[in-house]
């Protein structure tokens, strides 16, 4: 029996993407054969028909989460970047500032779509899968005040078991947190604190990547999703003015977030 031969090479691709690292078309190229003219036609069509999409963090091609037949609460929260992309670059063009969604995972913040890629404007880079401290960081503190006292509990059991390696990030846990957090919930954002360089095993003063950061909650219901920031380079000094004329923007996109999410559940 023929087979047909462009839907043989459409399923191939297919087959070949990951739902979670993704591949780069020269990979695929690589992987499949085939022509990079035909393998772009095809994955346009991938994605028109939604079986693909590609990150707008690293431009990476990855199957749909909605093709897993049993995902994992891992899966599920990996494809809230999926559903944040379209949200994230429109929040970009109406406000400039680039911004990130991070998940909770593993007692981390996990990067799963950013636009920083699309900015024109100078913010550090870090690639999808990124994991951010909770203690100092923006959206690790919008996720501790807005999460269930059971996760926060968690979280806080962990760091007794295993102290962070920041020296700030042990001066915020015995005893400036409660207070931190009930300013979170007060405003409505949290802030990335000024000692935070960005790593989690090193100083500001070894590693600086010189932004700074408000972040607030994705919720759905009372349950959060994710966390979703607005970046900017901390030299302009530009937090008073973000918040006052971008705050409620970056709200409203993550509401449209947790909508879009609710949706696909």
Known sequence: MKTINALERGLDVLRKLDERHG????????????????????????EASGFAWRAIGDGRYRRRFALILRPSL???????GEI?????ESLRRKVIWPSDVLVFRDFRMEL????????TLSVAM???GYRVEMFLSAP?????????????????????LNPPLLRRSREVLRGELPAILDETRRLGYASRD??????????????????DAIAVPVMAGP????????????????KAQIVAEHLADLQEAAAAIAAAASQSA
């Open 112 to 119: 799963v779509e950013t636009s920083r890629r699309q900015s």
């Open 74 to 80: 891992a899966d599920e929260l990996l494809a809230i």
């Open 140 to 160: 690790g503190r919008a996720y501790l005040a807005f999460c269930s006292d059971a996760e926060r509990e968690a979280v806080l059991a962990d760091a007794a």
């Open 126 to 128: 870090y690639p999808l």
């Open 223 to 238: 349950r959060i999703l994710a966390a979703m920031n607005l970046v900017w380079p901390r030299k302009y000094k530009l």
């Open 23 to 46: 591949q780069s078309l020269a990979e695929l190229h690589a992987a499949t054969g085939i022509p990079k003219p035909s393998l772009l036609r095809i994955l346009d069509t991938l």
């Open 194 to 211: 000024p000692q935070f360089g960005g790593a989690d095993d090193k100083d500001i003063s070894v590693v600086d990547d010189r932004i």
């Open 84 to 88: 944040a992309a379209p949200f994230l």
